[in-house]
Nanobody, 125 residues
């Protein structure tokens, strides 16, 4: 599975941005999809995920209430709607996919074998 992320850019604090990630093929219902981010000098961190076919979203506490993850199976697409952006949201954002993850592991980047190339999000103050 190949993933292509897009939608990053430069925005002012308080504004919104939507990231997209398109997969090269339709994935089965046992795939989980996620967004991670990595700021300069920091480790990659979990942002949000959708667990398998449940559709239930899972969020990092730092983005809960501001970000929304969504998946469109018909388009093989994953989205991350980001609102009320803050300068600390500045990072390269990566989409990821993994099969047969267990719920307790969706926040672990090492569980995802498929990654997009990353898209830069810069939030100015």
């Amino acid at each position: 599975v190949q993933l292509q992320a897009s939608g990053g850019g430069l925005v002012q604090a308080g504004n919104s941005l939507t990231l997209s990630c398109v997969a090269s093929e339709r994935t089965s219902s046992d795939y989980s999809n996620a967004w991670f981010r990595q700021a300069p000098g920091k480790a990659r961190e979990f942002v949000a995920a959708i667990f398998r076919s449940s559709g239930n979203p899972i969020y990092a506490s730092s983005v809960k209430g501001r970000f929304t993850i969504a998946r469109d199976k018909a388009k093989n697409a994953l989205y991350l709607q980001m609102a009320s952006l803050k300068p600390e949201d500045t990072a390269v954002y990566y989409c990821a996919a993994g099969r047969r993850l267990i719920l307790s592991s969706v926040r672990d980047a090492e569980q995802y074998p498929y990654w997009g190339q990353g898209t830069q999000v810069t939030v100015s103050s």
